[in-house]
């Protein structure tokens, strides 16, 4: 490789929201160790929003795969096309995949880098794609948090024991989040619990009822205002979760990703599923109490301090499934409200 102020690096995290922030601290340290470098990285176009901002990266290069699959066609291959010439032509030194999946396998594959820095084959969440990557990270056991996953990638591949274990986010305040406090007074006069039911996939929810339990419980005990969040297609469920409340609360207004850090900022708690605005709360400072079945809380919880998680140890635990194999959602459904409300009234003792 080059001299250290030449490297070009190439960081390939596509999705999701948790995810992507679980790996800006690997644009940091990199940053730290090589202040010359040029850093792109390569990213989902509906998720790019993360990165605006980022004084770690100079390029974010976009993808549209979701749309490349459902539309196969010339154009579709003319831009699949012309993303692989933008890549190579910055003639990346090292390329780091932090999936292990196949597409992101072929996308370090198409940038042309010289090294291509993936996950042990143990590793990787499908397989076969250690054969796109050169240079493979040591096998990492269970009980490891992914932040810390993506970083021991990079320290092996720099051969160096930097980390730096910060997640720049954008900070611009939005004039439409403001205006949603402003006008709502009443909300801003206690301090703000956030509620988010949604989660990625089906087997990570929990019961809406239980929720708005929850919520009320909070509101009356904790004297605490309630705003229920939401991402794309999730609407619903906060509705639900405020008719079957008692107590007043309110839902939050639709939001970018921008927008929505602006809106957390204003949370003195996040309670949530395993979910992208736990992640981000997290990166944020803010305390969260979360709820986890088919994921592990110890490979995928809400990452630092001020953190309260809740969860059952079945024998089928952690099965990673987006629908319950079993067909029962046995490992949530077995989450009871009042364990969720000692576990954030000791949080928040703990935090003041």
């Given at each position: 490789m080059s001299s250290k102020s030449q490297k070009n690096f190439l960081i390939i995290k596509l999705s999701s929201l948790g995810d992507i922030v679980h790996a800006l601290p690997t644009a940091r340290t990199l940053r730290q160790e090589?202040?010359?470098?040029?850093?792109?990285?390569?990213?989902?176009?509906?998720?790019?929003?993360l990165l605006h901002?980022?004084?770690?990266?100079?390029?974010?290069?976009?993808?549209?795969?979701?749309?490349?699959?459902k539309n196969w066609n010339r154009e579709t291959l003319k831009e699949i096309l012309q993303t692989i010439k933008?890549?190579?032509?910055?003639?990346?030194?090292?390329?780091?995949?932090?999936?292990?999946?196949?597409?992101?396998?072929?996308?370090?594959?198409?940038?042309?880098?010289?090294?291509?820095?993936?996950f042990h084959k143990k590793n990787c969440k499908e397989k076969i794609s250690s054969v796109f990557?050169?240079?493979k990270g040591p096998a990492i056991g269970s009980g490891i948090h992914v932040v810390d996953m993506y970083l021991t990638l990079v320290q092996s591949a720099l051969n160096t024991q930097k980390e730096v274990k910060q997640f720049p986010l954008p900070s611009a305040p939005s004039p439409k989040v403001e205006d949603f406090f402003q006008s709502n007074s009443e909300l801003t006069n206690k301090p703000i619990v956030g509620i988010n039911p949604g989660a990625g996939f089906e087997s990570k929810l929990w019961d809406l009822e239980r929720f708005a339990e929850l919520a009320d419980r909070i509101a009356v005990e904790m004297n605490c205002s309630i705003l229920l969040t939401w991402g794309p297609g999730e609407e619903q469920k906060t509705e639900r979760i405020a008719a079957s409340m008692k107590q007043k609360c309110w839902v939050a207004p639709p939001t970018t990703i921008k927008e929505s850090?602006?809106?957390?900022?204003?949370?003195?708690?996040?309670?949530?599923?395993?979910?992208?605005?736990?992640?981000?709360?997290?990166?944020?400072?803010?305390?969260?109490v979360s709820l986890f079945g088919p994921t592990d809380p110890a490979r995928n919880g809400a990452y630092g301090l001020h953190h309260g998680t809740v969860y059952k140890l079945l024998s089928c635990s952690f099965c990673w499934k987006r629908k319950c194999p079993l067909g029962t959602n046995e490992c949530m459904k077995q989450v009871t409200a009042e364990e969720v409300f000692e576990t954030i009234r000791s949080n928040q003792n703990s935090n003041n």
């Open positions: 090589y202040p010359d470098a040029f850093i792109a990285w390569v990213v989902e176009e509906r998720y790019q929003e901002e980022n004084p770690d990266i100079d390029e974010i290069i976009t993808l549209r795969t979701k749309f490349w699959r933008s890549l190579r032509q910055h003639k990346f030194d090292m390329a780091f995949d932090f999936h292990g999946l196949i597409k992101s396998g072929l996308v370090a594959m198409a940038s042309g880098a010289r090294i291509k820095v993936g990557t050169n240079k850090i602006s809106l957390y900022k204003h949370l003195t708690l996040l309670v949530s599923c395993d979910s992208g605005p736990l992640h981000l709360c997290a990166a944020l400072g803010i305390p969260t």
